[in-house]
């Protein structure tokens, strides 16, 4: 603060507004979109661990596990069924993501979210009914469906309606509702396991129909995002919600900022071929990097997998779920600590930080089941030494939790131009799902081949991801959104893939204003 003005870190001018009741609200709703993908994640790790699905469906995988317990426990589940159960899903949110792009711009962001919702809940519907295998790879299509549309379209409406100050916090609602729809997925898995009969699986399952009517309700409810009702031509619309977003009259500026963009957008009649072009290199090598770091951080294969993991390293099936349940929860208290950070310290700290800590665990993590299963895979667990584990699995979730988890959904939604901006979002999905979905397909192999070197491979990317963030992630933190360019063209690398006469900033045009501070 200097004299009770915010100094905008970018150079670029900081919109009045605060933050209001109704953009809290608006956020929190269209947040729980993230609830259905966590959720998932979850429940599937989960219900594959539990024998009764295991022997209805998998009857292989159920009867090398019950085989004699001097089996190598790094290859208990080692099967491709079993993983295409899980994966089917990813495959299909990568194509959905695609499409979701044009739904997102002509329609605008929240009937994105309402049809995702909806196709999710057809998913729930199918999979709590499964009668073979067959069911339960269209009803996860289904939910690939739902998770693709929910992906692309929230975070891109969590930046847009949030004001650039709290941008980060508010979009950061989405990656702690999804950590809270994994935890409640593991609780469920936890309690449904114990159900007599059976059945606890088919419970596990169709309540995914409960998160899917959260989004598909909620979203009706939803006002549109000015950037989207400029750029379908309702201009007067745009201007009542900036008002009534940012809770002052005094919204001109940020309003003609946003009609400059819009007008730019439009004459963009390709947004897939222009997001090639030269000037858009920075936020393209991020929307293709980031998510692709994000799954190489290991994560998904501790949260898919955790009970199956817990399982593997000589942990009970009781035990094992109430493990994950644990890890679950660090991963929603973390989550606050990233939301309470990141428009404070920056992108850039939570990230560098988060890495080191993820890199510490790995190793130790590694090294501690090296210990006891060798290269055999054979060996026993003491509780302490489980205990052990699952503590350095706990701080490298947090760490995870409040840097590349948030933070991978956060900045590719924060730095595309409106033209590109649905386009690059989609990108942004669906190279995390095609990364997901590859991960998922061969986590349990490369568990069973490269044994407890598999957590030295993850830590390697991991080494490798934060030197990437030191040298060219720029600090995106307080820019209003359609400011971000001024941020690339300050950056040491990427400055010099952008001309002074692409820089089109409201009234601001470096062609002919040479004096602005970049």
């Given at each position: 603060?200097?004299?009770?003005?915010?100094?905008?870190?970018?150079?670029?001018?900081?919109?009045?507004?605060?933050?209001?009741?109704?953009?809290?609200?608006?956020?929190?709703?269209?947040?729980?979109?993230?609830?259905?993908?966590?959720?998932?994640?979850?429940?599937?790790?989960?219900?594959?661990?539990?024998?009764?699905?295991?022997?209805?469906?998998?009857?292989?995988?159920?009867?090398?596990?019950?085989?004699?317990?001097?089996?190598?426990?790094?290859?208990?589940?080692?099967?491709?069924?079993?993983t295409s159960f899980t994966s089917s899903l990813y495959l299909a949110a990568l194509v959905a993501s695609l499409f979701a792009s044009?739904?997102?711009?002509?329609?605008?962001?929240?009937?994105?979210?309402?049809?995702?919702?909806?196709?999710?809940?057809?998913?729930?519907?199918?999979?709590?009914?499964?009668?073979?295998?067959?069911?339960?790879?269209?009803?996860?299509?289904?939910?690939?469906?739902?998770?693709?549309?929910?992906?692309?379209?929230?975070?891109?409406?969590?930046?847009?309606?949030?004001?650039?100050?709290?941008?980060?916090?508010?979009?950061?609602?989405?990656?702690?509702?999804?950590?809270?729809?994994?935890?409640?997925?593991?609780?469920?898995?936890?309690?449904?396991?114990?159900?007599?009969?059976?059945?606890?699986?088919?419970?596990?399952?169709?309540?995914?129909?409960?998160?899917?009517?959260?989004?598909?309700?909620?979203?009706?409810?939803?006002?549109?995002?000015?950037?989207?009702?400029?750029?379908?031509?309702?201009?007067?619309?745009?201007?009542?919600?900036?008002?009534?977003?940012?809770?002052?009259?005094?919204?001109?500026?940020?309003?003609?900022?946003?009609?400059?963009?819009?007008?730019?957008?439009?004459?963009?009649?390709?947004?897939?071929?222009?997001?090639?072009?030269?000037?858009?290199?920075?936020?393209?090598?991020?929307?293709?990097?980031?998510?692709?770091?994000?799954?190489?951080?290991?994560?998904?294969?501790?949260?898919?997998?955790?009970?199956?993991?817990?399982?593997?390293?000589?942990?009970?099936?009781?035990?094992?779920?109430?493990?994950?349940?644990?890890?679950?929860?660090?991963?929603?208290?973390?989550?606050?600590?990233?939301?309470?950070?990141?428009?404070?310290?920056?992108?850039?700290?939570?990230?560098?930080?988060?890495?080191?800590?993820?890199?510490?665990?790995?190793?130790?993590?590694?090294?501690?089941?090296?210990?006891?299963?060798?290269?055999?895979?054979?060996?026993?667990?003491?509780?302490?030494?489980?205990?052990?584990?699952?503590?350095?699995?706990?701080?490298?979730?947090?760490?995870?939790?409040?840097?590349?988890?948030?933070?991978?959904?956060?900045?590719?939604?924060?730095?595309?131009?409106?033209?590109?901006?649905?386009?690059?979002?989609?990108?942004?999905?669906?190279?995390?799902?095609?990364?997901?979905?590859?991960?998922?397909?061969?986590?349990?192999?490369?568990?069973?081949?490269?044994?407890?070197?598999?957590?030295?491979?993850?830590?390697g990317w991991v080494v490798i991801m934060t030197i990437f963030i030191a040298f060219f992630m720029p600090e995106t933190k307080n820019?209003?959104?359609?400011?971000?360019?001024?941020?690339?063209?300050?950056?040491?690398?990427?400055?010099?893939?952008?001309?002074?006469?692409?820089?089109?900033?409201?009234?601001?045009?470096?062609?002919?204003?040479?004096?602005?501070?970049?």
């Open positions: 603060m200097a004299g009770g003005v915010i100094i905008n870190t970018a150079g670029g001018k900081d919109y009045p507004g605060k933050m209001t009741l109704f953009v809290f609200m608006a956020c929190l709703v269209a947040a729980t979109g993230g609830l259905i993908f966590g959720y998932d994640i979850g429940i599937s790790g989960g219900v594959t661990s539990m024998d009764s699905f295991l022997e209805k469906f998998f009857p292989s995988v159920y009867d090398q596990q019950q085989a004699s317990h001097s089996t190598n426990q790094y290859c208990k589940f080692d099967s491709q069924l079993l044009s739904v997102t711009r002509v329609c605008g962001r929240k009937w994105s979210m309402f049809g995702g919702g909806l196709v999710f809940l057809l998913g729930a519907a199918i999979n709590g009914a499964a009668k073979n295998i067959a069911m339960l790879i269209i009803g996860r299509i289904f939910l690939g469906i739902g998770v693709g549309f929910a992906n692309q379209s929230v975070p891109v409406y969590l930046s847009e309606m949030a004001p650039a100050r709290m941008r980060g916090m508010l979009n950061m609602g989405f990656q702690l509702m999804i950590t809270i729809g994994i935890f409640v997925a593991n609780l469920i898995n936890y309690g449904t396991s114990k159900i007599k009969g059976g059945w606890g699986w088919r419970l596990s399952l169709a309540l995914a129909a409960v998160p899917a009517a959260i989004i598909t309700i909620g979203s009706l409810f939803l006002p549109d995002t000015p950037n989207s009702l400029i750029e379908r031509g309702h201009d007067e619309k745009a201007k009542n919600m900036l008002r009534r977003i940012r809770g002052t009259n005094d919204i001109q500026m940020e309003f003609t900022d946003l009609v400059v963009a819009s007008d730019e957008a439009k004459t963009v009649k390709h947004p897939w071929k222009n997001i090639i072009q030269r000037k858009y290199r920075p936020q393209l090598t991020m929307a293709i990097l980031i998510p692709f770091f994000q799954q190489l951080t290991g994560i998904n294969v501790i949260m898919f997998y955790a009970p199956v993991l817990f399982k593997t390293i000589g942990f009970g099936s009781d035990a094992s779920l109430m493990s994950a349940v644990i890890s679950g929860l660090v991963n929603v208290f973390a989550t606050f600590v990233s939301i309470f950070t990141v428009d404070k310290y920056g992108r850039r700290v939570l990230f560098l930080e988060g890495g080191i800590q993820m890199i510490i665990c790995q190793l130790i993590v590694g090294t501690l089941i090296a210990i006891v299963f060798g290269t055999s895979g054979v060996g026993h667990v003491s509780k302490v030494y489980a205990g052990f584990v699952v503590f350095f699995i706990c701080i490298y979730v947090a760490g995870f939790a409040w840097s590349w988890g948030p933070l991978g959904w956060l900045v590719p939604s924060e730095i595309f131009p409106l033209e590109i901006r649905s386009a690059g979002q989609s990108i942004n999905v669906a190279v995390n799902m095609l990364f997901t979905f590859i991960i998922a397909q061969i986590f349990l192999a490369m568990l069973c081949h490269m044994k407890f070197g598999l957590f030295y491979f993850f830590s820019v209003p959104i359609e400011e971000m360019v001024l941020v690339w063209k300050k950056h040491w690398f990427w400055g010099k893939f952008i001309r002074d006469d692409e820089i089109h900033v409201g009234s601001l045009e470096l062609g002919n204003n040479k004096s602005v501070n970049v």
